[in-house]
């Protein structure tokens, strides 16, 4: 993951000084770079399921700015990402020939790991509010959006003094869609991701309906380079 996501980097870094090359002054966009740092939560969970120790998302991608007035002030983005996201918790799974399924450990002192991991291909869709201008790069805004990902690998972790393994593919909504707000000053910026849909599948749902409507939650910072 670490691999891709350094090469995304150069590939985004190499997009973005094409366009800064070909761009006047009154023609300017705000395309960026961002790289963003999440605490992960959720909604919706049943009464016995908690999070445990931090979870985390790390997001980079580049954003394509297209402004829609002559101030240059308002517009749209389009973007694309990797996301590398773990959520540590009390929900053990295992894979058995009917599916996968899953039951809480009620005693979180009885493992010493617990949790998900899965990476995803995002596309961020945002509508666009700053102040800058062509001679101003430190600037306020605000992002509203819409952000569309696919999860192309996860896996679940669990170890104890008794038991250790691990499982991929696990029984998530492969597409995943939330609703974002990105707002702040400059290079520092809140982030929020509300997730829009359930995290498992409903073949996972069916057999666990306590869980069929767990969402993801994210708040954390976003920083934007221009």
């Given at each position: ?17 094409f ?5 006047l ?34 997001n ?49 002192s ?27 790069y430190?600037?306020?805004?605000i ?16 170890d ?18 939330g ?32 869980f ?10 976003i920083?934007?380079?221009?």
């Open positions: 993951m670490h691999k891709v996501i350094i090469l995304f980097c150069t590939l985004f870094i190499s997009l973005y000084s366009s800064q090359n070909i761009d002054d009154d023609k300017y966009r705000e395309d960026q770079i961002y790289f963003g740092f999440y605490y992960n939560s959720s909604l919706n969970n049943p009464s016995d399921f908690t999070q445990n120790k931090f979870s985390s998302s790390i980079l991608g580049f954003i394509r700015d297209v402004p829609l007035n002559s101030n240059r002030n308002f517009g749209i983005g389009i973007g694309l990402g990797l996301s590398s996201s773990t959520y540590n918790h009390n929900l053990k799974m295992s894979n058995e020939i009917s599916g996968f399924t899953g039951m809480i450990v009620d005693d979180s009885t493992f010493s790991q617990n949790k998900w991991i899965y990476n995803e291909i995002e596309a961020p869709f945002e509508i666009r509010w700053r102040t800058s201008t062509p001679e101003n430190k600037f306020w805004r992002y509203f959006g819409i952000k569309t990902s696919y999860i192309f690998s996860s896996k679940f972790k669990y104890s003094p008794n038991e250790t393994y691990s499982i991929s593919n696990l029984p998530f909504n492969k597409i995943q869609t609703a974002t707000i990105n707002a702040g000053n400059n290079t520092w910026n809140l982030g929020i991701y509300l997730g829009l849909q359930p995290i498992f599948n409903d073949q996972f749902s069916k057999k666990h309906p306590k069929n409507n767990i969402k993801q939650f994210k708040v954390g910072l920083f934007y380079i221009l």
